[in-house]
């Protein structure tokens, strides 16, 4: 029988938790290793979009082009995004990491667009 | 007498912004000024990373990042003051300015960070941007300030993608 999506989380859980112990001999490090609870792990798991939202002083030449130099999207899809911005409002410009996602508002504030993250749920 | 406002390529490293006559340079020298942050233009260049829905992202936020950007913002319209006095007089052609290339993202953020503090301040948004703002209103200025900055962002935006044709 195949394991649940749970069961398969739950190995995996527990295989990021128990192998680096294994491999530590120095039982104050040992102790200093806290294992993770579930639930932050899980966390973690959950992936953050990077959404851009419409500006009316922001050109569009400009807002395509820091999408091209922040994503390294080509300039078709960085106008792409960008109309999506303009005529929608706001577009989803990335998908991942809660850690990269924050790196890449940062950088679109840095280049004065407006940018948020939110949990992808 | 008329003068032609002309953005060139100077040399590999240089453009050339020529024909700027005493109201243009003006303007030029306003754009460190304005694009300094003010109480009422703070939230606009420092916004929540969560639209105000995570409070802890947010309180990290403004502890570790905000400080980041603002030194990030202060060096842009240090290096644009910079270039700004050494601004050349040309005698009956007005005077010229050079952007050096290391230079120019600066000046595309510079100028982006007036027409945001103007807008921000004066409160215009996309209906007043897009008609003609009357020229006896309060913020006739402003609005002529940022389509000048919009302008000369375009021009450097378009030499920037010229450049890597």
């Known amino acids: 029988m195949k394991d649940t999506p749970m069961e398969l989380l739950q190995i995996r859980v527990l295989g990021l938790i128990q192998a680096p112990v294994g491999f530590v001999e120095d039982s104050r490090v040992i102790a200093a290793l806290e294992a993770p609870e579930l639930d932050d792990l899980v966390a973690l798991d959950v992936p953050w979009n990077v959404v851009v939202h419409n500006d009316p002083v922001n050109l569009m030449s400009y807002v395509t082009k820091v999408f091209q130099k922040v994503f390294g999207f080509s300039k078709e899809r960085a106008e792409k995004h960008m109309m999506e911005v303009h005529k929608l409002g706001r577009s989803i410009v990335w998908t991942g990491a809660q850690e990269k996602a924050e790196f890449y508002v940062q950088e679109l504030h840095s280049n004065l667009l407006l940018a948020t993250l939110e949990k992808s749920v | 007498m008329s003068r032609k406002l002309t953005l060139k390529r100077k040399d590999a490293d ?124 309060p913020a006739a200025m402003a609005a002529f300030q940022i389509q000048l900055y919009g302008l000369l962002q375009e021009w450097l935006l378009t030499e920037f993608s010229d450049d890597e044709e």
């Open chain 2, 14 to 137: 240089t453009l050339t912004l020529s024909g700027l006559d005493s109201f243009l340079c003006e303007m030029l020298q306003s754009i460190p000024v304005l694009g300094t942050p003010g109480e009422a233009s703070a939230e606009r260049f420092f916004p929540s990373p969560t639209g105000g829905n995570e409070a802890q992202v947010d309180e990290d936020w403004a502890s570790y990042v905000r400080p980041e950007l603002e030194e990030q913002f202060s060096e842009t319209r240090n290096c644009i003051a910079e270039d700004l006095k050494k601004m050349r007089d040309k005698g009956r052609s007005g005077m010229e300015l050079d952007i050096p290339d290391i230079h120019r993202w600066q000046w595309i953020h510079g100028l982006n960070q007036a027409r945001l503090a103007l807008a921000t301040v004066h409160g215009l948004g996309e209906a007043e941007l897009e008609q003609n703002v009357p020229l006896q209103a």
